[in-house]
């Protein structure tokens, strides 16, 4: 019999994640979607051929339920699941924040838990997964959520101390390049060029440096030392950076995003 899977609180990430498992190869008959407005489940069903289901209905039948719904709203969605979920269940987070024990302490006892951190390049297949067991998750439950989240980009493990940071660099870390985009791009205007051209010119530049980054095997320093010549451009504007304090204001607004996903967990709003 074919594992069902039920994606719940269908979003902007929970949408990312399945359209990437239909374009792998999982079968929509085997999907199914929960959301919280019946416009956006038939949406889902016309767009994709999955199945919507009301949150009772995804927890009795699917294998494996993934709570893709804002932190805010887990404990609201779990004090529904838990009546209707049995323990053999695997249940996935991909919520910031909140660790595995919030969702152990509200389930039936023994439920696998499996954290899981994606980013927003999931809708081009080049997420970056983090992935960390709870308690009763097993080598089989982790190896599930890898094959789940495999489908949309990269996937590492890490221990679950390490989910936050990880939240602050990979999950948050696509708003940091495109606001460095839309920075740079206002520099074009300020420098007279107009808004297309200089868009085009940023992002082929970053598409560039990221492709070196991933494949050149060289260290981003001597990928910068290459481009910074003696007495040249390049040079002038990294003493601007200096002076602006770049590298510590990105040092700190990281570790501002790493201590907001820890107070998530106690449910601040
Ligand atoms: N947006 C991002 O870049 C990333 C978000 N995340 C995490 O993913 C989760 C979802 O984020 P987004 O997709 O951006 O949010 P979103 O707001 O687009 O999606 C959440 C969906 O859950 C639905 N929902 C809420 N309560 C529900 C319930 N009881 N039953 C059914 N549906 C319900 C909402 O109507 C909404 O459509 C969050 O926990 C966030 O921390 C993780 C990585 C990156
Ligand atoms: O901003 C947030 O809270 C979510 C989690 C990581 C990226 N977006």
């Known amino acids: 019999m074919s594992q069902k899977v039920a994606v719940l609180g269908t979003g902007k990430i929970g949408e990312a994640l399945l359209s ?30 999955v199945t919507p289901v009301t949150n009772a209905e995804a927890a009795k039948t699917a294998d ?25 269940r695997l249940v996935i987070s991909g919520a910031a924040g909140i660790p595995t024990s919030f969702f152990e302490e509200r389930l039936a006892a023994g439920t696998p838990v499996v954290r899981v951190m994606t980013n927003t390049p999931a809708l081009v297949d080049e997420a970056m997964s983090v992935i960390s067991a709870g308690s009763h998750a097993s080598e089989a439950d982790l190896a599930h959520a890898d094959e789940i989240f495999g489908a949309v980009g990269k996937t590492l493990r890490v221990p679950e101390s390490q989910q936050d940071a990880c939240t602050a660099l990979s999950g948050s870390g696509p708003a940091y390049f495109f606001y460095l985009v839309e920075a740079m791009t206002d520099a074009g205007i300020l420098l007279g060029l107009p808004r297309d051209k200089a868009h085009d010119l940023i992002v082929q530049s970053a598409i560039g ?37 770049v590298r510590a204001a990105l040092i700190a607004a990281l570790e501002a995003a790493r201590d907001r996903s820890r107070e998530l967990a106690s449910g601040n709003s």
Request: proline fraction near 8%.
């Open 64 to 88: 494996t339920l993934i709570l893709t719904v804002k932190p805010q709203d887990m404990g609201t969605l779990l004090d529904e699941l838990a009546p209707h979920t049995p323990a053999d």
């Open 209 to 245: 440096a990221a492709t070196m980054l991933r494949d050149s095997g060289e260290h981003p320093v001597k990928l910068r030392e290459n481009v910074t010549s003696p007495a040249g451009t390049t040079i002038s504007a990294i003493r601007e950076l200096e002076n602006h304090g």
């Open 20 to 49: 990437g498992m239909i374009r792998a190869g999982w079968a929509p008959a085997d999907l199914l979607v929960t959301a919280r407005r019946p416009e956006r489940a038939e949406e889902l069903r016309t767009r994709y051929g």
